[in-house]
């Protein structure tokens, strides 16, 4: 697979919340910032949304807006008007006037992710993903969102989970459009894989993890000499290249541990190490704790203590 199917396929995205929020008059609220992708699109009208310290940014009927961690918002009628402190609900939501036709409607929600690898794999995204109307039209991106409207105006048996399917697609399509309005100047793996020299270097490192890479090497891939590929990387990634194998090994390594169906000796050979003695001490001065603690405490349920991942 390419890096950001890698990156997807760790993560294991569904959705865990889906439900229609309409609107009438004038109306605002506020949310509190909370470590699950954020999603809406706009069905009908439009509406306001803000994020502490910036400009407040439109979303028009067609608008698919995606936060891979959801900073604290407001989402309002109207620019700068009063918002109201609300918790997110699994049910659905009217704000405004509670009688007549609602002049805004929307579909939002969470999704869920791996909690295990959330924190490194997030950080190579974009804080944001706004797609609008005018972007989604000439894509397939368009057509799996005229799929959604569609649904949700109807009331089919297996409504739910055709819709949860729908914006699973619809993530992975935000995630891999180009084109769209994303944070530019934050280092990530979509920039990455939008130079093409750097997408040769990510592909060949997803392609052989195991391999005894070195930054020459992967210069070399890139068509560029060391000092300007390791500066080129670093201003795109946020990282070394060397540190983003090893980040990316602790992931595939923390991946295979919750699954439990491989021993250490095999993880380790797999992601590139030589022993499982070499691979237990990186993974403990990586991780902050062992492998095995990691994977018991896992399927127990417990957080096991992990360190942030360094950026």
Same mark, same amino acid.
């Given at each position: ?11 294991? !995205? ?295 991942? !360094?950026?």
């Amino acid at each position: 697979m390419d890096p950001l199917s890698d990156v997807i396929a760790l993560l294991r !995205p569904n959705t865990a919340i889906s439900k229609p929020i309409t609107g009438r008059g004038h109306w605002g609220v506020r949310y509190a910032a909370y470590d699950a992708p954020g999603f809406t699109i706009i069905l009908k009208g439009a509406c306001w949304i803000a994020f502490e310290g910036e400009q407040p940014l439109k979303l028009e009927k067609g608008a698919f807006l995606l936060l891979p961690a959801t900073p604290a918002f407001t989402l309002s009628s109207h620019p700068a008007i009063a918002c109201e402190p609300r918790d997110p609900m699994d049910v659905p939501a009217r704000h405004g006037e509670q009688e007549g036709e609602a002049d805004f409607e929307s579909l939002g929600g969470t999704f869920r992710i791996e909690a295990a690898n959330a924190p490194l794999l997030l950080a190579l995204l974009p804080r944001m993903i706004h797609v609008p109307p005018s972007e989604g039209r000439s894509v397939r991106f368009r057509r799996v969102i005229d799929l959604i409207l569609e649904e949700c105006s109807g009331d089919e048996p297996g409504k739910d989970m055709i819709l949860r399917r729908l914006l699973e697609v619809l993530l992975i399509e935000a995630l891999r459009l180009r084109g769209v309005a994303t944070d530019d100047d934050r280092a990530g793996l979509l920039n990455g894989m939008r130079d093409p020299a750097l997408a040769r270097v990510l592909g060949a490192m997803h392609a052989d993890v195991r391999a005894d890479w070195t930054v020459a090497g992967l210069a070399r891939i890139a068509g560029q000499s060391r000092s300007a590929f390791a500066a080129r990387f670093g201003a795109v990634l946020g990282c070394g290249p060397i540190e983003y194998l090893v980040r990316w090994r602790m992931a595939l390594a923390k991946d295979a541990l919750l699954r439990g169906t491989k021993t250490l000796d095999r993880i380790a050979d797999e992601i590139g190490y030589e022993s499982a003695s070499a691979f237990s001490t990186a993974f403990r001065k990586r991780l902050g704790c062992p492998p095995g603690k990691f994977a018991r405490s896992s399927s127990a349920g417990e957080p096991a203590r992990i360190e942030s991942e !360094p950026r």
